[in-house]
């Protein structure tokens, strides 16, 4: 039986970058032939099938901002290589792909899957950017287009507020290999032994102005540190997190880590007493599928994403309406009550075995591609 050909379209950062290789190092290389098209400036790593072997890759003009001569060159670089490739199957990811998946889905009548890893009008406060956000997932090629989902709460938006029939939406949970070995930093440990942690960039999304908050209410109880990881190049709120830093005496409590090695992240985590998110959105966070599969709680704001991982009071707490007062008595009762750490840190590890094994899950993606 011939191989179902699969281009994967992205601006391959961050979590979308993790979620495509993860998938495309696991599914089978008998049944699917994978190709992947990026943005010029996203990653110059291979993207490596279960055998080890590079499969093909295209850098063309995506990049997250909406640029006409930008973006009318990457649709016609795709057409051309689309043209070339005559994939089966498009795999669009977030909102770029998936606005030139769409486009091109409908050009040359190819079959497409769009994730949106979390929707692009939830990346803003502002009501005129967020409703013409809200307006191009509505009205862009969505009737042609079957949606799938990281979560079940993306799923709920796609259905409820972005408007797709129940028929056109199913659901992929955001999963990752078993980490049964944690290398050594390679980059210097300069923060104590005792210690909480997060991933994200400072950014609207991530709201890393409460976790310091947060913080310092908790520093008036307990002695704790703070690391945040993935400070880099897309952190338009960090110069606000270093004032407010500065600004609650913090300086001496908070580690400031630039994206670093995924080993290294794991390592940060693994030896951390667990995990926090303050984000206002998610689409379904590698970072805390990483830290229940380290067996590590964790202490969340109640959005995408989170909520759809952490069941309160059983691998950790939802924390509602960025409740400041709430947030610190979870995490200090966290920090003062070995029983309940130990208790939630082996059913975070349950949870990750139950639900989010991609070794364990990946014939159900391979079903859907199939169709």
């Known amino acids: 039986?011939?191989?179902?050909?699969?281009?994967?379209?992205?601006?391959?950062?961050?979590?979308?970058?993790?979620?495509?290789?993860?998938?495309?190092e696991n599914m089978s290389v008998d049944s699917f032939d994978n190709c992947v098209i990026h943005?010029?400036?996203?990653?110059?790593?291979?993207?490596?099938?279960k055998k080890g072997n590079a499969v093909r890759q295209y850098s063309v003009a995506i990049f997250r901002d909406i640029n006409v001569i930008n973006d009318s060159k990457a649709l016609f670089q795709t057409y051309q290589i689309l043209k070339k490739e005559k994939p089966d199957l498009i795999h669009?990811?977030?909102?770029?792909?998936?606005?030139?998946?769409?486009?091109?889905?409908?050009?040359?009548?190819?079959?497409?899957?769009?994730?949106?890893?979390?929707?692009?009008?939830?990346s803003t406060q502002n009501s005129i950017k967020?409703?013409?956000?809200?307006?191009?997932?509505?009205?862009?090629?969505?009737?042609?287009?079957?949606?799938?989902?990281?979560?079940?709460?993306?799923?709920?938006?796609?259905?409820?507020?972005?408007?797709?029939?129940?028929?056109?939406?199913?659901?992929?949970?955001?999963?990752?290999?078993?980490i049964t070995t944690i290398a050594p930093l390679t980059i210097p440990k300069t923060w104590p032994e005792a210690y909480i942690c997060t991933v994200g960039r400072p950014s609207y999304q991530k709201n890393i102005e409460q976790m310091i908050r947060v913080l310092h209410e908790v520093k008036k109880e307990a002695r704790i540190h703070l690391i945040v990881m993935g400070v880099g190049p897309v952190s338009g709120q960090l110069a606000s997190v270093k004032d407010l830093i500065k600004e609650l005496g913090l300086d001496q409590n908070v580690?400031?880590?630039?994206w670093t090695q995924r080993t290294d992240v794991f390592n940060i985590i693994k030896y951390s007493k667990f995990y926090i998110s303050t984000?206002?959105?998610?689409?379904?966070?590698?970072?805390?599928?990483?830290?229940?599969?380290?067996?590590?709680?964790?202490?969340?704001?109640?959005?995408?994403?989170?909520?759809?991982?952490?069941?309160?009071?059983?691998?950790?707490?939802?924390?509602?309406?960025?409740?400041?007062?709430?947030?610190?008595?979870?995490?200090?009762?966290?920090?003062s009550d070995k029983e309940l750490l130990d208790k939630m840190s082996n059913n975070a590890l349950i949870s990750y075995s139950e639900n989010y094994n991609i070794k364990k899950n990946i014939a159900a993606l391979e079903t859907i591609y199939l169709g």
């Open 255 to 258: 580690t400031l880590l630039d």
């Open 92 to 122: 669009a990811h977030s909102a770029k792909g998936g606005i030139i998946g769409k486009v091109m889905a409908r050009l040359l009548g190819i079959r497409i899957l769009y994730t949106p890893h979390a929707f692009s009008y939830l």
């Open 279 to 335: 984000a206002r959105y998610e689409g379904m966070p590698y970072a805390i599928i990483e830290s229940l599969a380290l067996a590590k709680p964790c202490v969340v704001s109640n959005c995408d994403g989170n909520k759809d991982l952490i069941v309160d009071n059983y691998n950790g707490f939802i924390i509602n309406n960025e409740d400041l007062a709430d947030f610190k008595n979870k995490i200090v009762s966290l920090l």
């Open 1 to 24: 039986m011939a191989k179902l050909k699969i281009v994967h379209l992205a601006h391959s950062i961050g979590g979308v970058d993790v979620y495509l290789r993860l998938i495309i």
């Open 130 to 178: 967020r409703s013409l956000f809200l307006s191009i997932e509505k009205f862009i090629f969505r009737q042609k287009v079957v949606l799938l989902a990281t979560s079940t709460s993306e799923k709920d938006r796609a259905l409820n507020e972005v408007g797709y029939a129940a028929t056109t939406i199913k659901v992929f949970n955001n999963c990752i290999e078993p």
């Open 39 to 49: 943005g010029l400036k996203d990653t110059s790593e291979p993207f490596l099938d």
